[in-house]
């Protein structure tokens, strides 16, 4: 299973960059640009956060006291990332339940060190959340969308091609998971705006389109199966 881990932190060229390396040496990554955005996502999903602590009205301290306050997250584990590197404020981060504390600035190589160590220690800890030890059963048909070797799991939020796992983001995972519960639907950009980034605003046509181009080519030889209607929207093609 590959660990999903969920940056936050307000400043979007970080977020990017530990996104993109993060995910070249081999997680996935979701990024939120402030605890409020981190706090409407599913953060049972995660194996990881890494925290900025300087943030908006809810700083990362207080996220990670949040999150360590219910039962669901308390042991995934807290990496603090933040300019702050005084003994006062490494000490209230250890705390609070803080795995890891790196201070600004930093190499990517000092993170992806720190990462593995954090994870790496942890696994035991985290096991029992991800791994039951009892008979298995099958799973449910609506915790599993299929079409031939291309499945999604909805339970674990992933997707696997031909038994192997597809490095998709959030929003990409969302896409392709609302175009196969409902096969041979077409969905107008407007739809699709409205289902996965809520009806965002700022949202444009151009943004869907980016992210199916992305999709198609994490998803071959499915990729073919993600159809353009043109001038009406997507749909996932079972023919």
Do not use: H
Request: glycine letters at 4%; hydrophobic letters at 40%.
């Amino acid at each position: 299973m590959i660990d999903r881990i969920l940056v936050v932190d307000d400043e979007e060229d970080l977020c990017e960059i530990l996104q993109y390396n993060l995910e070249k040496a081999g997680y996935l990554v979701d990024v939120a640009y402030s605890a409020e955005e981190a706090l409407k996502g599913d953060l049972t999903m995660y194996r990881l956060f890494l925290l900025d602590v300087m943030m908006g009205e809810i700083s990362g301290f207080k996220l990670g006291t949040m999150i360590k306050a219910n039962d669901a997250t308390k042991a995934t584990p807290i990496i603090y990332l933040t300019a702050k590197d005084t003994e006062t404020d490494k000490l209230r981060g250890f705390d609070i339940g803080a795995d890891d504390y790196i201070s600004k600035p930093f190499s990517i190589n000092e993170v992806l060190a720190r990462v593995k160590a954090v994870l790496k220690r942890t696994t035991v800890a985290a096991t029992p959340q991800n791994t039951v030890d009892e008979p298995k059963e099958e799973t449910k048909p609506l915790d599993v969308l299929t079409f031939d070797k291309l499945v999604i799991n909805m339970s674990n939020k992933t997707v696997t091609v031909d038994g192997q796992e597809a490095s998709l983001t959030k929003k990409e995972f969302e896409l392709l998971s609302l175009l196969l519960s409902k096969p041979d639907t077409v969905f107008s950009r407007e739809q699709l705006i409205e289902s996965i980034w809520k009806g965002d605003t700022e949202m444009s046509d151009r943004t869907i389109d980016v992210n199916i181009t992305r999709l198609r080519k994490k998803i071959e030889p499915y990729n073919k199966n993600l159809i353009t209607r043109q001038g009406y929207g997507y749909y996932f093609s079972t023919k």
